[in-house]
């Protein structure tokens, strides 16, 4: 759990009759990560190969995905099982409906062209509805037509080979001698004037808009038909469809794989990645597959293997942060755990108000509930959904969302600790403990308590790094984090000493341990990193004080609140209006407050782990563990075969 999965390289070679009967457990096993063959076994297995079967597949997925943008979505109430390839492409020559598909969809689009080119025509004569004339004699030979808008500065556009006539809605017709088109189209790249050209039509207005509505509804009706039969066609198909489109999906990805694997003319080779816990369960399936005729050898490599996490269930939405810093190599320490049990605290505790703790919660529950059951439509403005997606994606927000639900728990539990709701002390004044938020009257302590936390978690990051360190058979490093655990401690005991009045002489015992540790760990640190490493004095002591941040962080939030509650009660005995600006004075400054205590707490937080704690110990570049597999939604895995 504190470690990622061990894993082992192996070795696969087998016959050419049982190839493909391997990538395909190879794929629902869902374990094994293919990697290129070493170069001495390539080549011995270097007959290339031809691969019919995939321009087949390749074709008919493409086909079939092209059905499925097409189809109106179905509900696939069961999952197939496709046996073979043959199977498979058997069931394809049973879906005959790829030339319907096409007349209806090439109708379809006709259809919506007629509606686009009448909607075009509908609009200006709308506006010209007031026409009572001929549409011919607005374009012919001799002229042609514009409609504009009335604007006072186009009032001048009339010309000697032009002729203006007001429509009384805003909009006039002018009519130009078609040889002078240039000239008035040039004219008019002055005037901020809209224009629309007069549809070059025959009859009078209404007789053209009846005709032209007709044309939209005919071609609206047409298209209601097609999508009645598409209906039609999905009712019968479209589970089938998804599910040969799926299984054409994995067989392509199988064929990719064959393609590329080192073969001979009887038999093939391959190498990949897998959990040492699964080597036996994947050598047991592949023999009873192959008629045990298969070998399977793990390898020994110097390669870094891929990283596979291994955490609880609920603790898994914490991997997010650690992908996003970086994933740990095999050997290392998995932090994730560490990171799910203490981030929250650390956000709660920089939080510290029942009230805030409480609306980001909700809010957290939203988005969740929101990103899992999205309405028909949104209230939430566009442009801040858009914003906010722009950031990240959805299932990276759902994530955020999860961590940050145990975080305002926690914050709300500090609140009531610290007698903070929205600012407001909590406690009816016969059990009031303070005549303030406890951070307010207890600063000190808070600073001190932190402290503590920072050397705490500096100490433990040390110890993980020298447990990192033996592991890999760095023992100079793992020595030299020892003599930073000693220093660290010292400066810790000389500077408590110090603001506690305690004298620094050698003479004083706590005094004396305090330099006895410096002195060792200074030795150590010489000795088994050189001398250039006591650079790093001033950051060990200041990720120890970084921890103060905790408190820092509390209390800017505090006082911010204390600060906006004030004005807002003071306002409460002057007039109405006063009241009014200090209601908007709370209700906006407590939103912003809000955001600060959502943002604030958990950037520092997670700087806190990442900076000052992983770094004692943590490595990372860690290659993220990619097995060959496929997420099936509508077909079955061999392995799940009844």
């Given at each position: 759990m504190l470690k990622p999965v061990k894993m082992v390289k192996i070795r696969v070679i087998g016959l050419n009759v049982y190839k493909s009967t391997i990538i395909d457990d190879m794929h629902d096993l869902n374990v094994i990560q293919i990697e290129n063959t070493?170069?001495?076994?390539?080549?011995?297995?270097?007959?290339?190969?031809?691969?019919?079967?995939?321009?087949?597949?390749?074709?008919?997925?493409?086909?079939?995905?092209?059905?499925?943008s097409i189809l109106p979505e179905r509900a696939v109430k069961e999952k197939k099982y496709f046996n073979s390839r043959e199977e498979l492409l058997d069931s394809v020559s049973k879906v005959p409906i790829a030339s319907e598909l096409s007349k209806l969809k090439d109708d379809e689009d006709k259809y919506y062209s007629i509606i686009k080119e009448n909607q075009i025509i509908l609009k200006p004569l709308e506006i010209i509805s007031g026409f009572k004339e001929d549409l011919s004699i607005l374009n012919n030979g001799?002229?042609?037509?514009?409609?504009?808008?009335?604007?006072?500065?186009?009032?001048?556009?009339?010309?000697?080979?032009?002729?203006?006539?007001?429509?009384?809605n805003g909009y006039s017709i002018i009519t130009i001698n078609r040889k002078n088109e240039a000239e008035f189209l040039s004219m008019l790249s002055s005037k901020t004037c809209g224009i629309m050209k007069v549809p070059e039509l025959s009859g009078t207005v209404t007789e053209n808009i009846k005709a032209t509505k007709k044309a939209i509804s005919e071609a609206e009706a047409s298209i209601s038909g097609i999508n009645s039969s598409l209906n039609a066609l999905s009712d019968k198909?479209?589970?089938?469809?998804?599910?040969?489109?799926?299984?054409?999906?994995?067989?392509?990805?199988?064929?990719?794989?064959?393609?590329?694997?080192?073969?001979?003319?009887?038999?093939?080779?391959?190498?990949?990645?897998?959990?040492?816990?699964?080597?036996?369960?994947?050598?047991?399936?592949?023999?009873?597959d192959s008629n045990n005729t298969i070998i399977i050898r793990v390898i020994e490599t110097k390669e870094d293997p891929p990283t596979k996490l291994s955490n609880p269930k609920h603790f898994r939405i914490f991997e997010f942060f650690i992908r996003f810093y970086s994933l740990p190599e095999e050997y290392e320490f998995d932090p994730t755990l560490i990171f799910a049990l203490v981030f929250p605290v650390f956000f709660g505790l920089m939080v510290g108000d029942a009230g805030y703790g409480?609306?980001?919660?909700?809010?957290?529950?939203?988005?969740?509930?929101?990103?899992?059951?999205?309405?028909?439509?949104?209230?939430?403005?566009?442009?801040?959904?858009?914003?906010?997606?722009?950031?990240?994606?959805?299932?990276?927000?759902?994530?955020?969302?999860?961590?940050l639900i145990p975080s305002s728990i926690i914050a709300i539990i500090f609140g009531i600790i610290f007698n903070e709701f929205f600012g407001f002390t909590i406690y009816p004044v016969p059990f009031q403990i303070s005549p303030a938020p406890v951070p307010v009257t207890h600063i000190g302590l808070l600073l001190v308590i932190s402290g503590y936390i920072g050397l705490a978690f500096v100490t433990f990051g040390f110890v993980l790094g020298i447990i990192n360190n033996f592991y890999i058979n760095h023992k100079k490093a793992a020595i030299a984090k020892i003599g930073w655990i000693l220093m660290?401690?010292?400066?810790?005991?000389?500077?408590?000493?110090?603001?506690h009045g305690i004298s620094l002489s050698p003479t004083e015992f706590s005094s004396l341990i305090g330099y006895v540790m410096l002195i060792v760990g200074f030795v150590m640190v010489i000795a088994f990193e050189g001398t250039l490493s006591l650079m790093e004095i001033p950051s060990i002591i200041s990720h120890v004080l970084s921890y103060t941040r905790i408190v820092g962080i509390l209390l800017a939030s505090v006082v911010l609140a204390l600060v906006i509650n004030t004005v807002f009660r003071?306002?409460?005995?002057?007039?109405?209006?006063?009241?009014?600006?200090?209601?908007?004075?709370?209700?906006?400054?407590?939103?912003?407050?809000?955001v600060i205590a959502v943002f604030e707490p958990g950037i520092q937080g997670a700087r806190l782990l990442y900076v000052e704690f992983f770094s004692k110990f943590y490595f990372g570049n860690g290659k993220q563990f990619s097995p060959f597999g496929s997420h099936r939604r509508y077909t079955l895995k061999k392995f799940d075969k009844k």
């Amino acid at each position: 759990m504190l470690k990622p999965v061990k894993m082992v390289k192996i070795r696969v070679i087998g016959l050419n009759v049982y190839k493909s009967t391997i990538i395909d457990d190879m794929h629902d096993l869902n374990v094994i990560q293919i990697e290129n063959t070493d170069q001495e076994v390539a080549k011995v297995f270097n007959v290339p190969t031809s691969n019919s079967t995939y321009k087949l597949l390749a074709d008919n997925l493409s086909r079939f995905k092209g059905f499925l943008s097409i189809l109106p979505e179905r509900a696939v109430k069961e999952k197939k099982y496709f046996n073979s390839r043959e199977e498979l492409l058997d069931s394809v020559s049973k879906v005959p409906i790829a030339s319907e598909l096409s007349k209806l969809k090439d109708d379809e689009d006709k259809y919506y062209s007629i509606i686009k080119e009448n909607q075009i025509i509908l609009k200006p004569l709308e506006i010209i509805s007031g026409f009572k004339e001929d549409l011919s004699i607005l374009n012919n030979g001799y002229v042609e037509s514009f409609i504009i808008e009335t604007k006072t500065e186009n009032n001048n556009l009339k010309t000697d080979y032009s002729v203006v006539t007001a429509l009384g809605n805003g909009y006039s017709i002018i009519t130009i001698n078609r040889k002078n088109e240039a000239e008035f189209l040039s004219m008019l790249s002055s005037k901020t004037c809209g224009i629309m050209k007069v549809p070059e039509l025959s009859g009078t207005v209404t007789e053209n808009i009846k005709a032209t509505k007709k044309a939209i509804s005919e071609a609206e009706a047409s298209i209601s038909g097609i999508n009645s039969s598409l209906n039609a066609l999905s009712d019968k198909y479209y589970e089938t469809i998804a599910q040969i489109t799926e299984q054409l999906e994995i067989y392509v990805k199988e064929e990719e794989i064959l393609s590329n694997i080192a073969s001979s003319e009887n038999a093939f080779a391959m190498e990949g990645w897998i959990p040492a816990s699964e080597y036996d369960n994947v050598t047991n399936i592949l023999n009873k597959d192959s008629n045990n005729t298969i070998i399977i050898r793990v390898i020994e490599t110097k390669e870094d293997p891929p990283t596979k996490l291994s955490n609880p269930k609920h603790f898994r939405i914490f991997e997010f942060f650690i992908r996003f810093y970086s994933l740990p190599e095999e050997y290392e320490f998995d932090p994730t755990l560490i990171f799910a049990l203490v981030f929250p605290v650390f956000f709660g505790l920089m939080v510290g108000d029942a009230g805030y703790g409480l609306v980001i919660l909700l809010v957290s529950l939203f988005i969740i509930h929101r990103i899992d059951h999205p309405p028909a439509k949104s209230h939430i403005p566009k442009k801040i959904s858009g914003f906010v997606l722009m950031i990240m994606g959805k299932n990276s927000l759902k994530t955020l969302a999860k961590a940050l639900i145990p975080s305002s728990i926690i914050a709300i539990i500090f609140g009531i600790i610290f007698n903070e709701f929205f600012g407001f002390t909590i406690y009816p004044v016969p059990f009031q403990i303070s005549p303030a938020p406890v951070p307010v009257t207890h600063i000190g302590l808070l600073l001190v308590i932190s402290g503590y936390i920072g050397l705490a978690f500096v100490t433990f990051g040390f110890v993980l790094g020298i447990i990192n360190n033996f592991y890999i058979n760095h023992k100079k490093a793992a020595i030299a984090k020892i003599g930073w655990i000693l220093m660290a401690w010292s400066f810790a005991i000389l500077g408590l000493n110090l603001i506690h009045g305690i004298s620094l002489s050698p003479t004083e015992f706590s005094s004396l341990i305090g330099y006895v540790m410096l002195i060792v760990g200074f030795v150590m640190v010489i000795a088994f990193e050189g001398t250039l490493s006591l650079m790093e004095i001033p950051s060990i002591i200041s990720h120890v004080l970084s921890y103060t941040r905790i408190v820092g962080i509390l209390l800017a939030s505090v006082v911010l609140a204390l600060v906006i509650n004030t004005v807002f009660r003071t306002t409460l005995s002057d007039p109405f209006y006063f009241i009014i600006m200090g209601v908007v004075i709370l209700v906006v400054g407590q939103l912003f407050n809000l955001v600060i205590a959502v943002f604030e707490p958990g950037i520092q937080g997670a700087r806190l782990l990442y900076v000052e704690f992983f770094s004692k110990f943590y490595f990372g570049n860690g290659k993220q563990f990619s097995p060959f597999g496929s997420h099936r939604r509508y077909t079955l895995k061999k392995f799940d075969k009844k």
